[in-house]
């Protein structure tokens, strides 16, 4: 699906929909900017706008197609035999936390951006994208009045909707601290090293990421315009406290799996506790059962009229005393 908006530079909806043989003449009317959201895209969509009307370099286009696992920004200047015009390409994640398969799921975001015109791809509909498809069109705080400030609003909102995902992971780790102080089981272990390798992944995504928005905050580009610099420096701070965050996450994880392996070994002591226990205190019946046992014809004991009675009473009176020994000793 093809979403395309045309905006004048007091941020005012011009056009939508916009026929693809009409974008040629719009990007050469510097009173307009032009932004083109390709949202899952059907292989001839992506090739007529990127190739066909943008001319994007081969490369970029490449990278936006595919899969990119990691974050990343690059500046693309004309040559001579080149017919687009210079562009930042941006590739950048979202993610979203499923409580019920402990997994955080990915979604791509790429960008282009020009001096009038911001092309956004993406494989996945992404709430942040509409939220500001929707701001855009209806002129709210004039955020449609450059490219530079939609391609802004798109990242704030994008790492805005990170919040509702770390709550979710947050959750997720205080019920993890519960059970692994009261159900220190097998599945729980399980679930804590789940949860710690999503929490890994989470912290792969976000260095580069904030790599990248680190580049916006220094003012790097000229496409970005100096006022605006601010701005995305703010996206940054709040990425770089969520990468906090995670670190956090991480230390608590940490945490929680030695409390697991503490509760746990202290399981398996109290078992062998019992075990040593019984062991010891039934050692009186089975030495004199033993000794008893044996039945040689030159025992005197077995000659006894009352040797049965007596031996009997031998043994639990030994057993007690080695309880109450154990008692004494407050052993258990």
Not at 54 to 78: A, N, R
């Amino acid at each position: 699906m093809i979403r395309s908006f045309a905006f004048t530079t007091q941020g005012k909806l011009h056009m939508k929909d916009i026929d693809m043989f009409l974008m040629p003449t719009l990007l050469a009317d510097t009173n307009l900017f032009l932004w083109v959201d390709l949202d899952k895209p059907t292989a001839e969509e992506a090739k007529e706008v990127l190739e066909m009307i943008f001319h994007f370099h081969p490369l970029s286009i490449e990278d936006c197609v595919l899969p990119s696992p990691s974050p990343k920004v690059e500046e693309y200047s004309p040559k001579e035999e080149d017919l687009f015009t210079p562009y930042l390409f941006m590739v950048i994640h979202a993610v979203d936390f499923n409580r019920k398969d402990g997994c955080f799921g990915t979604s791509e975001l790429n960008f282009f951006l020009g001096k009038n015109f911001l092309v956004t791809y993406h494989d996945d509909a992404l709430r942040s994208v509409s939220t500001v498809v929707e701001r855009a069109v209806n002129g709210t705080m004039g955020i449609a009045r450059a490219p530079d400030r939609v391609a802004h609003s798109l990242l704030d909102a994008l790492v805005d909707n990170y919040k509702p995902a770390l709550d979710e992971l947050g959750l997720e780790i205080a019920e993890l601290e519960q059970k692994a102080l009261h159900q220190p089981s097998k599945e729980t272990l399980n679930n804590i090293l789940q949860v710690k390798k999503e929490v890994l992944h989470l912290r792969q995504i976000i260095g580069p990421q904030r790599e990248v928005l680190s580049r916006f905050a220094k003012g790097e580009f000229k496409l970005v315009r100096p006022h605006l610099v601010p701005y995305f420096r703010d996206v940054y701070d709040a990425l770089f406290h969520i990468g906090e965050l995670a670190q956090n996450y991480t230390d608590s994880l940490t945490g929680i799996l030695q409390v697991y392996l503490n509760m746990s070994s202290n399981q398996t002591g109290e078992v062998v506790k019992l075990l040593t226990l019984i062991t010891v205190i039934t050692t009186p019946l089975m030495m004199i059962g033993t000794w008893y046992g044996m039945n040689f014809k030159d025992m005197p004991e077995l000659e006894y009229k009352h040797a049965y009675p007596i031996a009997g009473v031998a043994m639990i009176l030994s057993t007690i005393a080695t309880y109450l020994y154990f008692k004494l000793r407050k052993w258990f």
